[in-house]
């Protein structure tokens, strides 16, 4: 554990009874900064944003550890040094209580103040998200909000206890692409006006190139690459992540064939006892289907590839 | 000069008080793709039900193939409509979940009375085969399929009856990022091999600009911009 590090995570595993889900995961999130967990359907990254937070579903086995600094169990600190902002704003909303009361609900379960300064904190938060007349809609009901002002107000939710780490899990997903620019911008001047770190969970590597600062690629429960954002898009060192991004299609002269990736991204309990890319990898190597690879630090980023050290960078060719 | 494959004029499409789509007018030959870009509740969807005839425009023409469709009633409709087939963003909700994907791609060959015992399986399997999924798929239903999969037996079953048309509403926006660039190579091979117009409704501008030849920008029910991304 990097002492400076927020949060801390160690080995993490997840299992639905023999079926791992979540397969030794590491990383540290550090103060201030977006770090972006990305991976498609499939791939964990949900259920390792919720496991930030200690939220795991009723029948989940979970290994390893997440501590945040000073060693506190997170899900003793919800709400209050870490907050989510779930996926749909509708579901961290009461529909039976004015939205300001939900917010001022929120302060007073972590901290001691009068009623007053709650209420007062409440309304400043919705205030910080661009809510207008903060204090008149802090007495409405989330479904007098428009949409977007119950994305900002599910926002303040989170922020309004000033924690050290925003969890963020797809924020976005739902939303269309002129939406999904505001939410993000918002994310981050909350982020910056708190002062906390945000994990961005997202499938979409044009918002983690827009937005984030770290990037962890997770492919079928492991992290396939893990690094500075610039690096890991950048000058891909996975094949993973190397043949997710020629994938993409893209501005500039027209091909009329993307160089795909065959096959789908495996499930969870369907997985050999090598590397999970195998079967797609086009630099797949006998050993690569016999020995699952293990993390190691290459060119300023950490890549789980056996191949790492004889394919050199741009791997693109060699795809 | 040709008829273009699609000629759409002066379209009105409403919800009640709503003006979904208002006075819109394109054309598209076969061969090529015309994309409908824009946000979310500009008329885009509306647009392309009302060109299929799925929901009947309150104004305007639809010439498909030389024909108005406008004026046509639904059964004169009928056998026009395996020309012009839709595909949709979900690749679950568009497959019924209980029949198997090889009764779903049959099912239209056999509505159009152009199903026999004989070759009828023989069709399916090479329709399976051409949008790149192993004959044996055809026992699965779709919830044993991954989305990709699943979006590829949407457009098999799209094509059973040799469309000229395809419709596509966001028909890759659903699936995971190294799924979507096969699902977008097949839809390329397939308006080579045969033809096909595209109208390929989607928001998502570097997709728009992998796909199209020409690009509707609509907002608020109007055509607020055509260009061409090269
Ligand atoms: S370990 Fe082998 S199969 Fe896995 S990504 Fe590297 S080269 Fe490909």
Redesign the pocket.
């Known amino acids: 554990m990097r002492s400076e590090a927020l949060l801390s995570v160690c080995d993490l595993r997840i299992a639905f009874g023999a079926v791992e889900a979540v397969r030794g995961l590491s990383f540290d999130v550090l103060p201030r900064e977006v770090f972006a967990v990305v991976g498609e359907s499939g791939a964990g990254k949900s259920l390792t944003a919720r496991a930030l937070l200690g939220i795991v579903p009723r029948d989940a086995t979970v290994n390893g550890s997440v501590r945040l600094r000073g060693g506190a169990d997170p899900a003793a600190e919800r709400g209050r040094r870490i907050a989510l902002v779930p996926q749909d704003a509708l579901s961290a909303l009461s529909p039976v209580h004015p939205v300001g009361d939900q917010l001022a609900a929120a302060v007073r379960s972590v901290r001691r103040v009068s009623r007053k300064e709650a209420r007062a904190r409440a309304v400043a938060a919705l205030d910080r998200v661009g809510i207008p007349d903060a204090a008149r809609r802090a007495r409405a009901y989330p479904h007098e909000y428009s949409g977007g002002m119950r994305q900002r107000a599910v926002i303040a939710m989170a922020t309004v206890n000033e924690p050290d780490v925003v969890v963020a899990d797809e924020p976005t997903t739902a939303l269309d692409e002129d939406r999904r620019e505001r939410v993000l911008r918002l994310l981050a001047e909350q982020r910056e006006a708190v002062g906390a770190a945000l994990v961005l969970v997202t499938h979409d590597l044009d918002v983690v190139r827009d937005h984030a600062d770290r990037v962890l690629v997770m492919y079928a429960g492991r992290a396939?690459e893990l690094g500075p954002v610039e690096r890991v898009l950048g000058h891909p060192r996975?094949?993973?992540t190397a043949g997710l991004l020629a994938a993409l299609p893209q501005d500039g002269p027209r091909r009329r064939r993307l160089p795909a990736l065959t096959g789908t991204p495996p499930a969870p309990g369907a997985l050999g006892p090598?590397?999970?890319?195998?079967p797609r990898?086009p630099?797949?190597?006998a050993?690569?289907?016999e020995d699952e690879?293990e993390p190691q630090a290459v060119d300023g980023r950490t890549v789980?590839?056996?191949?790492?050290a004889d394919?050199p960078e741009p791997i693109r060719e060699f795809l | 000069m040709t008829d273009p494959l699609l000629d759409v004029r002066g379209l009105v499409v409403r919800y009640g008080p709503v003006t979904a789509v208002d006075h819109v007018s394109f054309t598209l030959d076969a061969g090529e793709t015309l994309a409908l870009d824009g946000p979310s509740g500009c008329g885009k969807s509306s647009t392309a039900l009302a060109v299929l005839q799925l929901r009947r425009p309150h104004a305007g023409r639809v010439r498909f193939e030389g024909r108005e469709l406008t004026s046509l009633t639904d059964r004169e409709l009928r056998p026009l409509r395996p020309r012009m087939q839709p595909v949709f963003q979900d690749p679950y909700g568009s497959l019924s979940p209980r029949h198997r994907i090889r009764d779903a791609v049959a099912e239209p060959l056999k509505a159009q009375g152009r199903w026999n015992a004989d070759d009828g399986p023989a069709r399916v399997a090479e329709l399976l085969e051409k949008v790149g999924l192993d004959p044996s798929s055809g026992d699965r239903r779709p919830h044993e399929l991954s989305g990709g999969q699943c979006q590829r037996a949407g457009i098999a079953r799209a094509l059973a009856c040799e469309p000229r048309l395809l419709v596509l509403d966001e028909p890759v926006s659903a699936l995971d990022a190294s799924v979507r660039a096969g699902v977008l190579n097949l839809l390329a091979d397939l308006q080579d091999e045969l033809g096909l117009g595209y109208l390929f409704i989607c928001h998502d501008r570097a997709v728009v600009r992998h796909v199209a030849d020409r690009v509707i920008e609509m907002r608020e029910g109007r055509i607020t911009s055509e260009w061409r991304p090269r």
Do not use: Q, S
């Open positions: 396939a996975a094949p993973y090598g590397c999970a890319f195998a990898c630099l797949a190597v050993a690569c289907h690879p789980a590839c056996h191949r790492v394919v």
